[in-house]
């Protein structure tokens, strides 16, 4: 039962606190460390706020560390290429719920030091000087007449990347610097566009995600008062026909997967008929029924910024609860995206694109015949979990904000090439024994791809 006291105890830890808690001017232990963006993350350690790597928790992805990054498993090996795939930071809910309109969320300083902020003398902490024009979105939640009965109070709207999101992005980013330019010089010290190209869903919280990665891989650039500062050029699709995430609007058979899937699924079963009782109690407390994840998202979001859990009368929603949640979640991810009945045409039918893509890249990076150094792609948790279930991962968990898989590309000085597959910080372990991700000879590993890649996709789309 989830009737308890009103005192909320936080479910998960995040040490982040917010984009102004996030300073510090210790910076022991960063014995080389140079500044990476002239913002506050100059004075910000960049570990403070890491999840220790292995232990999960959905509020902050671990992030690999000059540190923690493994090196290649055979010496003398050169980085040729990667491809960074990474859920958006820390957002404000999705859906507005009945009891959400006494909550206040500030997203002031979400993009207040953009990739292409301007600087002035007397203000250090934007990257760039010259710029001439600056635009900043402002929301308000105020001035409205529907605003008391639709919508919380503050300065956000629903599902935007708030202060504590961009700042993870930054210093995944800032660590990325220190491991792919500083460390393996696999990257160029200033920004070139020929050599990093940058690919988002059309969402505000993923392309200013991917505006705070590059703020904090590329803070730093020199150039005069003459020269216009570099152009960081994100690459979207319209939604309709968007594949960074499973578009079941384009691909109508991936909506009667998923219903097949679920219908045959035994753990599912036992799911439903586990929770009725659960979530007859939600629904009561809450106001709506929603799916689990539909519960996530409204429970993880106050959990994240130690808000009060949702109470209607004397019942409340808790720590407990929120932890059933996310375990309901666990299930059903492990269900739909790697062991249920129909899965592999589900994953070629919405990953296969975004395998092809990976494969391209791998080929043309193994031939040398790109200038690109580093595809960059800001997704959702609807991208990453595919990408884990395609894999076949052995962590199955939602995952957390700024989730970030790194997908590398080595050769040996021998001249082999290998692939290396990185999930928060730590090698990717799978369920099966296809290859080792550590070190996955680059044949296997294409191989492996094109069991996802269909040359008929408009046409299995289209079947019954």
């Known amino acids: 039962m989830i009737i308890e006291s009103r005192l909320v105890v936080i479910l998960l830890t995040f040490t982040a606190g917010g984009l102004f808690l996030a300073i510090s001017h210790h ?6 460390y140079k500044p990476i963006a002239i913002d506050i993350l100059d004075h910000a350690h960049i570990h403070n706020d890491n999840t220790p790597l292995g232990e999960y928790n959905y509020c902050q992805a671990s992030r690999p560390t000059l540190k923690t990054y493994p090196s290649p498993k055979l010496k003398g090996s050169t980085l040729m290429n990667s491809q960074i795939f990474i ?33 002035t003398k007397k203000d250090e902490r934007a990257p760039f000087q010259y710029a001439n024009v600056v635009a900043h979105q402002v929301v308000t939640t105020s001035g409205s007449p529907f605003a008391a009965t639709r919508m919380w109070k503050g300065n956000c709207m629903p599902g935007q990347l708030t202060p ?215 997704g959702h948790d609807t991208t990453i979990q595919p990408l884990l279930g395609m894999f076949d991962a052995e962590d199955q968990q939602w995952p957390p904000y700024a989730s970030n898989i790194i997908l590398e590309l080595w050769k040996s000085s021998p001249g082999e090439h290998f692939v290396r597959v990185l999930y928060n910080g730590e090698v990717l372990d799978v369920k099966s024994n296809w290859c080792d991700l550590e070190w996955c000879p680059f044949d296997t590993f294409i191989k492996y791809l094109d069991r996802f890649i269909l040359k008929d996709l408009m046409a299995k789309c289209q079947s019954q």
């Open 27 to 32: 910076t022991a232990n960063l014995h080389n």
């Open 87 to 119: 859920r958006h930071g820390d957002r404000t809910p999705i859906a507005v719920l009945p009891l959400d309109l006494n909550l206040t969320w500030d997203c002031t300083n979400a993009d207040a030091f953009a990739f292409t902020g301007f600087r």
């Open 164 to 378: 504590v999101g961009a700042m993870q992005h930054r210093k995944l980013g800032a660590a990325l610097r220190q491991i792919y330019v500083d460390n393996l010089k696999s990257l160029p010290a200033d920004y070139d566009p020929e050599t990093v190209y940058i690919r988002s869903t059309d969402f505000w919280r993923t392309k200013q995600s991917a505006e705070n990665f590059m703020a904090g891989l590329y803070g730093i650039q020199h150039h005069s008062e003459s020269s216009p500062p570099p152009v960081l050029h994100i690459h979207t699709l319209p939604t309709e026909i968007d594949y960074l995430t499973i578009n079941s609007g384009a691909c109508p058979r991936v909506s009667q997967l998923r219903t097949a899937i679920g219908k045959s699924s035994e753990a599912l079963r036992k799911l439903r008929e586990d929770n009725v009782e659960f979530n007859n109690e939600l629904i009561e407390i809450l106001g709506e029924e929603k799916s689990w994840s539909g519960y996530l998202d409204t429970v993880m979001p106050r959990i994240c910024h130690k808000m009060p859990l949702q109470c209607n009368g004397d019942k409340c929603v808790t720590s407990k609860a929120a932890k059933r949640i996310l375990d309901n979640v666990h299930v059903q991810n492990t269900v739909m995206y790697r062991d249920g009945n129909g899965v592999l045409e589900l994953l070629q039918l919405g990953i296969g694109p975004l395998a092809s893509d990976i494969k391209q890249n791998l080929l043309i990076a193994k031939e040398g015949n790109s200038k690109v150094r580093l595809s960059f792609y800001s």
